[in-house]
């Protein structure tokens, strides 16, 4: 099982930007999808971006345009640039990566929109 540590989160006002940052306790080959979801307070677990090889990355339609998924595989580390962020994107950030039909998930980190 890997282990995956998320970093970057905090406070933001509404329309800032901030940078998420995901690192794999080993290597993560690029043909296995890495991921960022989301848990806003109260509500289900979503779906945000993928990156995997082979493919453009993935983004859900409510963030398309505003956040960008990268992946760094020598520092085994998935990004997740945010902006213009909204009140209702505060949410619990999980990192993701699926290999061999099994999920492994990081612990998320906070991110708060608020003015």
């Known amino acids: 099982q890997v282990q995956l540590v998320e970093s970057g989160g905090g ?8 940078r998420l940052s995901c690192t794999a306790s080993e290597t993560i080959y690029s043909s296995e999808p890495m991921s960022w979801y989301r ?20 983004h859900a339609e409510a963030v398309r345009g505003r956040f960008d998924i990268s ?38 980190t906070l991110v708060t929109v608020s003015s």
Do not use: H
């Open 11 to 18: 406070f933001m006002q509404p329309g800032g930007s901030l």
């Open 39 to 58: 848990q806003a307070p109260g509500k289900e677990r979503v779906f945000v971006a993928r990156i995997r090889s082979g493919r453009d990355p993935e």
């Open 71 to 108: 992946r760094d595989k020598a520092k085994k580390t998935v990004y997740l640039q945010m902006n213009s962020q909204k009140p209702e994107e505060t949410a619990v950030y999980y990192c993701n990566v699926r290999r061999e039909g099994v999920n492994d998930w990081g612990r998320g």
